[in-house]
């Protein structure tokens, strides 16, 4: 029998792509048979998804191949679903077959959350994956469409009234890029309609937008969200979405033909059927070496896992735990001690439309600033980020022509 390891990565985010990219670096040619498996063949940089939404930026530009990460390590690539995980026998289960593991690394990310709240999904256009942004961008530019020709006054407001469930970072970036879309890109190409009939209103259920970040985070986004004409509406709960309808639970009724879901996110199912130890929001549990339940075979990273106190379910985070965890992963594979990890926040960023954003640093005590300096550590983290050089060459140059030469506005399939 091969004394070859079998790895498997369930999930091609931000965890499982960053930690099968540091194991080509670590790994000796022979020493692990590495498998990556996810439903889509791309990762989703889903940090700027709402650009798509906005026509700021292509859907290719936010995608980047699975297999570019794979194929040339040598690591094999699957599209499937994941359907279980059978931890007794370390096999793991899809839509194509069983694999047998080894090491199994669970990676899989989070899902839109809506709190159980009646009509979420029926009614309201969540912003998770990249055809639901597809789908929003295409929306709006059939109500911009349909309210060009639209001659009843009070029909024509309620088409052009955008509500967005949730101020955290999404929803405040789709709120502001939004604005943007409408002022500096559609107001030129729809002469009839006028834009002072276009409102767009932000709910927030706690006291302040981006309520899990800095407080001066929030007031730079209030102050820059005031000046784009954008009402939010704080401690405020949503009881129910009907058909173009929010129901608070003050009681109250908003209306509008387009309603958006940015309320969060939550576990993924497949986490919830392992049979692990779980948090109290349905993550599994995990020691400082990413093992859930002390097992060297199973590791558990990003949105899934439940470290510490529990770390945000953000990408930042599990960019920052996957170099960790694939140093201990290469540890198990050679029968070597584990390395505790230790998380250092670095800050948060967010962007607040054209030349506009907020940037907080942890690293320096909190340090928060805020307009055009912002908005250029903003561009320049994310380009960065980017993996592949063809997505940031792409990004950069839809980044120049947007800014100055408009969005793209055409619905094409």
């Not at 309201?124 to 060009?148: C, G, N, Q, Y």
């Not at 879901?261 to 990413?290: E, H, M, Q, T, Y």
Request: net charge positive.
């Amino acid at each position: 029998m091969s004394a070859t390891k079998q790895v498997v990565v369930v999930g091609g985010g931000f965890a499982g792509l960053h930690l099968v990219r540091r194991l080509e670096r670590r790994l000796q040619p022979g020493e692990a048979a590495v498998t990556l498996v996810d439903r889509q063949n791309y990762h989703l940089f889903t940090p700027l998804l709402y650009q798509v939404c906005t026509g700021e930026l292509p859907p290719h530009a936010v995608a980047y191949p699975l297999r570019d990460a794979t194929a040339p390590a040598g690591y094999h690539f699957l599209q499937t679903e994941v359907t279980a995980i059978d931890l007794e026998h370390r096999r793991v289960g899809t839509a194509d077959g069983e694999l047998p593991y080894d090491h199994l690394v669970i990676a899989v990310g989070s899902v839109t959350n809506d709190f159980g709240i009646a009509g979420v999904r029926e009614n309201a256009l969540p912003v998770k994956w990249l055809s639901d942004a597809e789908t929003l961008k295409r929306h709006v530019l059939d109500i911009f469409e349909s309210a060009a020709t639209e001659t009843d006054v009070a029909r024509r407001r309620e088409a052009l009234t955008f509500i967005i469930v949730g101020a955290g970072p999404v929803g405040v970036e789709l709120a502001s890029s939004l604005r943007d879309l409408m002022d500096h890109t559609l107001r030129k190409i729809y002469p009839s309609i006028d834009f002072y009939d276009v409102a767009i209103h932000l709910i927030e259920g706690t006291d302040r937008v981006l309520p899990a970040m800095h407080p001066k985070l929030s007031a730079i986004a209030m102050r820059r969200l005031d000046q784009q004409r954008v009402r939010v509406l704080l401690n405020t709960l949503v009881s129910r979405i009907g058909p173009g309808v929010v129901h608070t639970k003050d009681g109250a009724q908003l209306r509008a033909r387009t309603i958006v879901w940015s309320g969060g996110v939550k576990v993924n199912p497949l986490v919830v059927a392992i049979d692990l130890p779980k948090s109290k929001d349905g993550r599994i549990v995990v020691d400082d070496r990413f093992r859930a339940s002390g097992r060297d075979d199973v590791l558990v990273l990003g949105d899934a896992a439940y470290f510490g106190k529990g770390l945000p379910q953000l990408a930042q985070v599990a960019v920052l735990e996957a170099p960790a965890a694939a140093r201990n992963l290469v540890a198990l594979v050679r029968g070597e001690p584990t390395e505790p990890f230790v998380y250092h926040r670095k800050g948060d960023l967010v962007a607040l439309g054209r030349t506009q954003a907020g940037a907080e640093f942890a690293k320096l005590g909190g340090f928060v600033i805020g307009g055009l300096p912002a908005w250029t550590v903003w561009r320049v983290n994310y380009l960065m980020q980017l993996l592949g050089v063809r997505n940031r060459g792409t990004l950069l140059v839809e980044w120049i022509l947007s800014f100055f030469a408009g969005r793209l506005v055409a619905n094409t399939p």
